[in-house]
């Protein structure tokens, strides 16, 4: 048996009698102490319970106009949170479940009332009141864990309702927590098929762990994930339930694609200087003996081959030229430049080219006075780049291009939007990568140039696409 130093007790009844043998018993309890203080009036318990001194609080269910289920009320508004048991003369079935319902931990008849079931109650009560405090403050740190965590935890049944999500999954996911009560989990995934694979795997092991899979953003945005899951349980209806945490991969499988491009870009920068050397010594030889030749050979019917000769080892030397400077890392020459400035040069250089085509270029910049530390020259081209393969990737006439600028907190987004054909999925990884192209008579080298000098610059670019609605790509650069 517990025991307990000393228990404070308010007892609230109007009748001095009840009152005494209530004293009476309490003496007659053996073991503990006891503190009782009478409020003999409606008015003086709200007055004393408003304190919140007491351990236990006993309520006389009649009090005049009011009752005890009034003051329980009252409790409640105060934010007491000790253990209530309601008095009362007569047994009231409806009293006793609206007592319990209020929160009362004990209903007892006045006329059943002795010393041992009176401190039975008082024990079980303040013991069952420490319980809650106990589970409760359980539930408050899971529910702190549960809302705080950075990966989504979610619970969701087999036929994709989400039943309940953390902040985090806003976060991710864009929707509100309304939003996904009313979201079938299904819409969240890219591929359907996906889901398909992940819910035949855990209904088969009953957890699955690190389950890597594309989500969407509310605005289409792709997110790669890691999902983990386990069967939580099953319902007598046989409905089963999931519940799941979804990690954030997006920014590492960011960061690991930057880094294979960068290593692509070294090892191409290296292949590049060895073909040049390797080509340019015979390349030397060749134009040396054609200039030798033209020294004894002086016929008009040989000088038009000597000019196509020279013309051509000129032209591979240009290519070679050109192959070694875009393989180089980006060297800056860096200046605090206005970003309007950037974008202002950016679209008169490509004006011309879209002219042609009868392409509409709409610009929408904000923070005319901000400023990069950076390469003038260089980020004009690397913006340049993105215009002139939006230029020839949309519809002569009907063709729009939307370059947008954004600054706020030191942070620059540059959106550069076409409305022409987009790149397939399969591709939207690679076009970053040196040499690739879906031109037949590009070299793949102007996106790989681009990615350079962004990143040389700390900044970072994403592209967004879909085939027939055209692409997105987001430039993030620090301003000074």
Request: proline share 1%; aromatic share 8%.
């Amino acid at each position: 048996m517990i025991l307990y130093n000393e228990i404070r007790i308010l007892l609230v009844e109007d009748d001095e009698d009840d009152y005494i043998l209530f004293k009476d018993y309490l003496s007659d309890i053996k073991l503990g102490k006891y503190v009782l203080t009478w409020a003999s009036t409606y008015e003086k318990g709200v007055e004393m319970l408003r304190k919140r001194d007491h351990d236990i609080y006993f309520f006389d269910y009649m009090l005049g106009k009011h009752t005890g289920l009034d003051l329980i009320k009252e409790c409640l508004m105060n934010g007491v949170d000790a253990p209530i048991i309601l008095l009362t003369g007569l047994g009231n079935r409806e009293t006793d479940i609206a007592a319990m319902e209020l929160g009362a931990a004990d209903y007892l008849m006045k006329s059943d009332l002795e010393a041992e079931k009176l401190e039975r109650s008082i024990r079980y009560s303040i013991e069952q009141v420490k319980s809650l405090k106990k589970l409760k403050s359980s539930e408050e740190k899971f529910r702190s864990i549960f809302e705080n965590s950075h990966d989504v935890i979610y619970l969701a049944d087999s036929t994709g309702k989400i039943y309940e999500i953390n902040k985090a999954g806003e976060r991710l996911f864009g929707y509100t927590h309304e939003e996904f009560l009313q979201l079938n989990a299904a819409e969240l995934y890219e591929n359907k098929l996906e889901r398909l694979k992940f819910l035949e795997a855990i209904n088969r092991t009953g957890t699955y762990s690190n389950f890597e899979v594309t989500l969407k953003h509310k605005n289409g945005n792709s997110r790669y994930c890691s999902l983990t899951a386990n069967v939580q349980k099953v319902d007598e209806d046989g409905t089963v339930y999931y519940q799941g945490i979804i990690h954030d991969l997006t920014r590492r499988k960011k960061i690991e694609l930057d880094l294979q491009i960068a290593e692509k870009l070294a090892v191409s920068g290296r292949v590049a200087r060895t073909l040049a050397h390797e080509v340019r010594n015979p390349l030397t030889n060749i134009n040396l003996s054609v200039e030798q030749l033209e020294e004894y050979i002086k016929e008009e019917d040989y000088i038009t081959y000597f000019e196509i000769i020279k013309r051509n080892s000129k032209r591979i030397n240009d290519l070679l030229t050109e192959l070694m400077e875009q393989s180089k890392p980006a060297e800056l020459t860096s200046t605090r430049i206005p970003v309007q400035t950037i974008l202002d040069k950016t679209v008169a250089l490509a004006k011309d080219r879209a002219a042609l085509k009868n392409i509409l270029i709409e610009t929408e910049f904000t923070g005319d006075n901000e400023l990069i530390e950076g390469d003038e020259a260089k980020l004009t081209m690397a913006l340049l780049n993105i215009i002139i393969n939006a230029i020839e990737a949309v519809d002569e006439h009907k063709g729009i291009i939307k370059l947008r600028s954004h600054c706020k907190d030191k942070k620059c987004l540059i959106t550069i939007e076409d409305n022409g054909c987009g790149i397939c999925k399969e591709d939207l990884n690679k076009i970053f990568e040196p040499y690739f192209t879906a031109k037949s008579n590009g070299m793949g080298l102007g996106l790989s140039t681009t990615h350079n000098i962004i990143h040389s610059h700390k900044g970072n670019i994403e592209v967004e696409s879909e085939q027939g609605k055209g692409t997105r790509f987001h430039i993030h650069l620090d301003l000074v």
